[in-house]
């Protein structure tokens, strides 16, 4: 007997004597609903047949759920679940308003809504919700409760000990005292004057000078020495300043002896901040 090329079905020679027709077309017909069977497993709508380990018998892969994509797994096509590793994943959010950022180079990080009003800045170097300074005046007032001796021809930075008012900590009177120092979030152009006073000389000169990040900026209130009474200086400027910058006030008299720099109202030294 002869058999078919792809499937093997048994069919008779061209020399054979055909006895019983209709059991070879039985035979046949068995041979053709097998492998018609093993070509099309499906059973459900939506079914897909792939080619098995088994030659001319397909599998059927029934068909996926809602949101599944078609993947593959140990050499088969497969349903999976989406879920790419490279992807923002969905659990890394847990409430309505949150925000995501790169807390390290590929590292997604969550970040909590903040609360009505709030504001997003950054702290440390990352995404932060705060609360905006309240609108209004900003600045630093300084005096002295106490006179500073300040040595012939030599430059001394001031030292102020009491506040007459600090919005939001220009000033430290336990450290660097003679200091008015930028805080974040208050960079930009600020006002800034200065009063003293020497106590009575008629000798030499006396002035005032502004540094700023101890780099000297300029001289104000140069004066002769006043024997009547004390001599008193007196300057301003307006000047660009970054956070952390600070800014100093130096005294300076050639009288040719050691002076007081005085005190009280007669010395101040104050910052006012005009705007970004």
């Given at each position: 007997m002869a058999t078919t090329t792809n499937y093997g079905?048994?069919?008779p020679d061209d020399t054979a004597?055909?006895?019983?027709?209709a059991a070879a077309i039985r035979t046949l017909g068995s041979s053709v609903d097998t492998t018609t069977k093993n070509l099309n497993p499906s059973t459900t709508l939506g079914d897909i047949e792939y080619r098995s380990s088994t030659a001319n018998t397909n599998?059927?892969?029934?068909?996926?759920s809602t949101g599944q994509v078609l993947t593959v797994a140990g050499g088969v096509p497969t349903w999976a679940?989406?879920?790419?590793?490279?992807?923002?994943?969905?659990?890394?959010?847990?409430?309505?308003?949150?925000?995501?950022?790169?807390?390290?180079?590929s590292t997604p990080a969550r970040l909590g809504i903040g609360t009505t009003g709030q504001v997003l800045t950054v702290a440390a170097g990352i995404p932060s919700w705060?609360?905006?300074?309240?609108?209004?005046?900003?600045?630093?007032?300084?005096?002295?409760?106490?006179?500073?001796s300040c040595a012939n021809n030599t430059g001394v930075k001031i030292l102020w000990d009491t506040e007459?008012?600090?919005?939001?900590?220009?000033?430290s009177t336990s450290s660097n005292t003679s200091r008015i120092t930028i805080p974040a979030g208050k960079a930009g152009y600020y006002s800034i004057s200065a009063t003293g006073a020497f106590a009575a000389n008629s000798t030499g000169q006396r002035y005032y000078a502004f540094y700023i990040n101890n780099v000297f900026i300029t001289i104000f209130g140069r004066m002769n020495g006043y024997s009547a009474g004390d001599t008193t200086l007196?300057?301003?400027?307006?000047?660009?300043?970054?956070?952390?910058?600070y800014i100093e006030v130096e005294a300076f008299q050639n009288s040719g002896v050691g002076l007081d720099f005085q005190s009280t109202t007669n010395s101040q030294f104050s910052a006012q901040y005009l705007g970004a």
């Amino acid at each position: 007997m002869a058999t078919t090329t792809n499937y093997g079905w048994t069919t008779p020679d061209d020399t054979a004597l055909v006895k019983d027709g209709a059991a070879a077309i039985r035979t046949l017909g068995s041979s053709v609903d097998t492998t018609t069977k093993n070509l099309n497993p499906s059973t459900t709508l939506g079914d897909i047949e792939y080619r098995s380990s088994t030659a001319n018998t397909n599998t059927r892969l029934g068909i996926g759920s809602t949101g599944q994509v078609l993947t593959v797994a140990g050499g088969v096509p497969t349903w999976a679940t989406s879920d790419d590793a490279n992807a923002i994943q969905n659990a890394l959010l847990t409430t309505t308003g949150d925000t995501i950022y790169a807390s390290s180079a590929s590292t997604p990080a969550r970040l909590g809504i903040g609360t009505t009003g709030q504001v997003l800045t950054v702290a440390a170097g990352i995404p932060s919700w705060a609360t905006p300074s309240a609108a209004g005046f900003v600045g630093v007032r300084l005096t002295k409760s106490a006179v500073q001796s300040c040595a012939n021809n030599t430059g001394v930075k001031i030292l102020w000990d009491t506040e007459t008012y600090d919005t939001d900590a220009f000033h430290s009177t336990s450290s660097n005292t003679s200091r008015i120092t930028i805080p974040a979030g208050k960079a930009g152009y600020y006002s800034i004057s200065a009063t003293g006073a020497f106590a009575a000389n008629s000798t030499g000169q006396r002035y005032y000078a502004f540094y700023i990040n101890n780099v000297f900026i300029t001289i104000f209130g140069r004066m002769n020495g006043y024997s009547a009474g004390d001599t008193t200086l007196c300057g301003t400027l307006v000047y660009n300043l970054a956070v952390g910058d600070y800014i100093e006030v130096e005294a300076f008299q050639n009288s040719g002896v050691g002076l007081d720099f005085q005190s009280t109202t007669n010395s101040q030294f104050s910052a006012q901040y005009l705007g970004a």
